[in-house]
C-alpha cells in the first residue's frame, strides 16, 4: 500500500497548478482519498478529500479554488488548485483512509504520500 504524490513546484500568485497522486496496492475507489498541505512552522491541515461515493469536502479557505477527482482507470488522485495565493505555500501530501466518513484530522488517516512542495510567490 503506497501513495506517491508529485506535481509541485513554484509558480506565481494567481496561477494554476495541479498535483497528482499515485496509489499502488489498493484503488483510490475503495478509501477516503484526500490532501492535506503543512506550512513552515505549521501544522498539518486537511485541504480536501473525495469519498468512494464521489462526494468531496474542502476547507474554507481553498472553495472555489481547489477541485479534488480521481482518475478510477489510472488509479490516480488529483488536486487542481487554481488562483493560487502566497498562503498556499505548503508541502502538500496525499493521503487514504480506510473509512466511509471523512475526518479532517491527520492521525486519522492511514496511508499517507511524501509530500510535494508549492511555493507561490507574491
Known amino acids: 500500500v503506497q501513495l506517491q504524490a508529485f506535481g509541485g513546484g513554484l509558480v506565481q500568485a494567481g496561477d494554476s497548478l495541479r498535483l497528482s497522486c499515485a496509489a499502488s496496492?489498493?484503488?483510490?475507489?475503495?478509501?477516503?482519498m484526500g490532501w492535506f498541505r503543512q506550512a513552515p512552522g505549521k501544522e498539518r491541515e486537511f485541504v480536501a478529500a473525495?469519498?468512494?461515493?464521489?462526494?468531496?469536502t474542502y476547507r474554507d479557505s481553498v472553495k472555489g479554488r481547489f477541485t479534488i477527482s480521481r482518475d478510477s482507470a489510472k488509479n490516480i488522485l488529483y488536486l487542481q488548485m487554481n488562483s493560487l495565493t502566497p498562503e498556499d505555500t505548503a508541502v502538500y501530501y496525499c493521503?487514504?483512509?480506510?473509512?466511509?466518513?471523512?475526518?479532517?484530522?491527520?492521525?486519522?488517516?492511514?496511508?499517507w504520500g511524501q509530500g510535494t512542495l508549492v511555493t507561490v510567490s507574491s
Open positions: 496496492g489498493f484503488s483510490v475507489n475503495t478509501y477516503v
Open positions: 493521503a487514504g483512509r480506510q473509512s466511509i466518513v471523512v475526518s479532517t484530522a491527520p492521525n486519522l488517516w492511514h496511508v
Open positions: 473525495i469519498k468512494w461515493s464521489g462526494q468531496t
